[in-house]
């Protein structure tokens, strides 16, 4: 009677007999659900991203020493910084395309999908991070004010947003090394992501397509449309990187040619990469702001506050500030002397011809460019682009009467002259755009412009009339015009050469091709970017310390390592002070002269003996008498030797003087460097 007094009070309701029911507290509002942290990377914590790229930039401007015996002012230093940022910034962006992202990926670096989409990920925004570790799934990236994990593929769409990237070229390198299940899946992830990032795939196929389909699952082939195609030769990559980073005309930095004829034999007989050309370029960059206290002068419009008394006395003591004043004296006129004088000895003059110094240089850069594009264009240049242009920055560019320029438009016909002609034009009035080189506003090149118009119109006018009336027109230049006449006198056969009789059409064709190598001669310039004023801040020619970083000698440098270890370590203990192996030496250094001494093949536990009485100090054994702790104290002795010993010979196996012998278990065997 209680239960059922209980029910019909309603103590009991229909909510009671059920699994799980949703509660709702009294109070009416459900309180709000706190935020969920999550464990993020060490990195991750320490700030915003502003305050990361603030902190790197103060970082990158504390590497730059002031310069000028420590006397250059903290605002130089950071502007030199600055430069460097902006100029190679701007260079790598050309070289990069600036809308493409390249993604290369190996099978060796594709353990798993998550590896793969971090390596994408993080290549393809270009911000690498130091913890590679497949076990950290907790790291975020933030991007655009949210955090991502570091193999979200929302976070590379988020930067593709952003910086309207038009392609992300993901290249398989040894496609035939994937996994086939892993391969699959990630076609099948990439391709699911296609309206939203732009992903191509380029596969390195070393067997054949067939092959590579067929280890594919068909669901992930049907995902894929695309093409054979073979890979473009070195060369070609080459020049167009030539083109946009070295010898553009806004490039901040002119390589002198010692150092561009180094970089580029290098490519050719070391077959280097594309990647290795940039390094050197990039380390050219590097070398050229953090050491030279005057590229804080190279752009146009430098401040007269950055420019201090140091920097005008540094000035004075450069090869192409002696060099400018030797010719300015040399001329001997009134002006010029007075103009010498001022240099040396008034700073006011000296700054504003710095100042001056700037757009001289590139007015003359252009001039040298458009030079060299006429002599492309005249036929008279052999070889790639880029030897070319190295040869005019050590030589000049050469456009005399005895040029071979001079002498290939000398051979040319009407059409071919009437071609060449149009395309010095367009030099003349729209430049090149590849080279970024805009159209001539000096008077001259207004001058040269007009008179080839003229030139043109009149080789057009007696092309259309040779053409009605058909005959042929020859110059005196072609060969043509030469006749060889044989005469038999005193039965002697002498055979002379004689011009024929040209015609009225012909001799005014001949003027035309006079004219026109007139006003060409009229360019010819041997003048080097060394000759120009102030060229050591915009030009850096140093082959020294790119061939030490670039070329190393190894084999130098190790075997000098190790037989002087005293120029490395500069302590006490390595310096020579008597002949013959010292105990105190490294182990190491003294297995390398044990080393030397021995032939092909080394017995270890004859160099162990040697060693041990070396480093031991003493060849005589333990008397008698001694005690046991005598005895313990040279076993641990022994011991210690013995951990130094075969630690020195693991280092010299390491650095590939000896390696294990078949013929002898307990010998080594020296390797022959090459």
Not at 441 to 446: F, K, L, N, T, Y
Not at 540 to 545: G, I, L, S
Request: proline share 3%; hydrophobic share 40%; charged share 25%.
């Amino acid at each position: 009677m209680a239960v059922e007094d209980d029910k019909t009070n309603g103590t009991f309701s229909q909510e009671d007999h059920q699994v799980a029911y949703i509660f709702s507290p009294e109070g009416g509002a459900a309180a709000a659900r706190p935020a969920k942290k999550r464990r993020v990377s060490k990195t991750g914590a320490k700030g915003k991203g502003s305050n990361n790229g603030s902190s790197l930039a103060g970082l990158g401007s504390s590497l730059f020493v002031p310069l000028l015996n420590g006397a250059e002012s903290a605002a130089c230093v950071q502007q030199r910084h600055r430069l460097y940022e902006q100029s190679w910034t701007k260079v790598n962006t050309r070289i990069q395309s600036g809308s493409s992202r390249f993604v290369r990926l190996r099978s060796n670096e594709a353990g798993s999908l998550k590896a793969v989409l971090k390596r994408i990920i993080r290549a393809g925004t270009s911000k690498p991070t130091e913890n590679d570790d497949e076990g950290d799934e907790t790291e975020e990236k933030e991007t655009d004010g949210k955090r991502y994990l570091d193999y979200d593929l929302e976070a590379l769409y988020a930067y593709v947003q952003t910086q309207n990237c038009d392609q992300i070229f993901v290249a398989f390198q040894d496609s035939e090394g994937f996994d086939s299940s892993l391969l699959s899946d990630l076609i099948t992830l990439l391709s699911s992501w296609r309206p939203r990032i732009p992903f191509s795939l380029l596969f390195g196929v070393a067997t054949s397509v067939e092959l590579l389909q067929a280890r594919l699952l068909k669901s992930a082939c049907r995902q894929i449309y695309g093409g054979q195609f073979d890979d473009v030769q070195t060369d070609t990559i080459l020049e167009s990187v030539f083109k946009g980073a070295v010898a553009a005309s806004d490039v901040p930095l002119r390589l002198g040619a010692p150092l561009l004829r180094w970089m580029l034999d290098r490519q050719r007989d070391q077959v280097a990469g594309i990647q290795s050309f940039i390094s050197s370029l990039k380390y050219a960059y590097m070398c050229h702001f953090f050491a030279n206290p005057l590229s804080v002068l190279a752009q146009p419009g430098a401040g007269e506050k950055l420019i201090q008394p140091e920097h005008l006395e540094a000035i004075r003591n450069t090869p192409s500030f002696r060099k400018h004043v030797e010719i300015a004296i040399d001329s001997g006129t009134s002006e010029n002397l007075q103009h010498a004088r001022s240099l040396l000895e008034d700073d006011a003059y000296l700054v504003a011809r710095v100042q001056a110094s700037a757009s001289e240089r590139g007015a003359w850069m252009d001039e040298r460019l458009r030079s060299l594009l006429m002599l492309e264009a005249a036929g008279a240049q052999h070889g790639a682009f880029s030897r070319a242009y190295v040869d005019a920055m050590g030589e000049g560019v050469a456009m005399s009467e005895h040029s071979n320029m001079v002498a290939s438009v000398r051979r040319m016909s009407m059409s071919e002259l009437a071609a060449t002609i149009e395309r010095f034009l367009s030099l003349l009035r729209d430049g090149e755009p590849s080279l970024g080189l805009a159209s001539c506003a000096e008077r001259g090149g207004e001058t040269m412009q007009s008179q080839l118009e003229m030139q043109l119109a009149s080789l057009r006018a007696l092309a259309s009339r040779a053409e009605e009336d058909g005959f042929s027109v020859r110059s005196r230049y072609s060969g043509q015009s030469k006749v060889a006449r044989t005469t038999v006198i005193a039965q002697r056969v002498q055979l002379s050469h004689h011009s024929a009789t040209l015609k009225e059409e012909d001799k005014q064709f001949t003027d035309i091709i006079d004219t026109v190598t007139g006003l060409l001669g009229a360019r010819n310039d041997d003048t080097t970017p060394s000759g120009m004023f102030l060229s050591e801040s915009w030009l850096y020619d140093a082959r020294a310390p790119s061939k030490d970083v670039f070329v190393p000698r190894a084999r130098v440098v190790f075997e000098r390592s190790l037989a002087r270890p005293h120029d490395y370590l500069a302590c006490e203990c390595c310096k020579p002070d008597h002949e013959g192996l010292q105990a105190t030496l490294p182990a190491t250094a003294i297995l390398y002269q044990m080393y030397l001494e021995t032939g092909n093949l080394i017995n270890v536990a004859d160099m162990w003996t040697s060693f041990y009485a070396l480093v031991s100090g003493q060849n005589e054994k333990t008397p008698d008498d001694d005690d046991a702790m005598d005895e313990d104290e040279d076993e641990e002795k022994q011991r210690e030797a013995l951990v130094m010993f075969y630690r020195g010979l693991a280092e010299l196996r390491a650095l590939g003087y000896v390696k294990s012998s078949k013929k002898k278990t307990d010998h080594v065997a020296k390797v022959k460097w090459l």
